[in-house]
């Protein structure tokens, strides 16, 4: 399955922003979705993720609250909507896809190629 992210820009401490990845080549709703950020000079993480049917998410303890993940398997998208932003929420964010729900990067097959947020203090 192919990825494209989209939606990331800079925005201000404490604004919002929301995040889109389209999907194609495969059936969708196969897969279950995740978020996953990398900040300069830091490792890649986790964090959220949807299940297939999006009954299901699970987020890192760092957005929990902020950031709500959906997805509209009609227009074969997930979205990373995010609110109360903060100056460490900067990074690339790529969206990813894997058979099963999970937090680990290792668990994800495909990777969409990243969209940069960068929120101003």
């Known amino acids: 399955v192919q990825l494209q992210a989209s939606g990331g820009g800079l925005v201000q401490a404490g604004g919002s922003l929301r995040l889109s990845c389209a999907a194609s080549?495969?059936?969708?709703?196969?897969?279950?979705m995740g978020w996953f950020r990398q900040a300069p000079g830091k490792e890649r993480e986790f964090v959220a993720t949807?299940?297939?049917?999006?009954?299901?998410?699970y987020y890192a303890d760092s957005v929990k609250g902020r950031f709500t993940i959906s997805r509209d398997n009609a227009r074969n998208t997930v979205y990373l909507q995010m609110n109360s932003l903060k100056p460490e929420d900067t990074g690339v964010y790529y969206c990813?896809?894997?058979?099963?729900?999970?937090?680990?990067?290792?668990?994800?097959?495909?990777w969409g190629q990243g969209t940069q947020v960068t929120v101003s203090s």
């Open positions: 949807i299940s297939q049917s999006g009954t299901n998410t």
């Open positions: 080549g495969r059936t969708f709703s196969n897969y279950a």
């Open positions: 990813a896809a894997a058979a099963l729900m999970r937090a680990i990067i290792r668990a994800y097959d495909y």
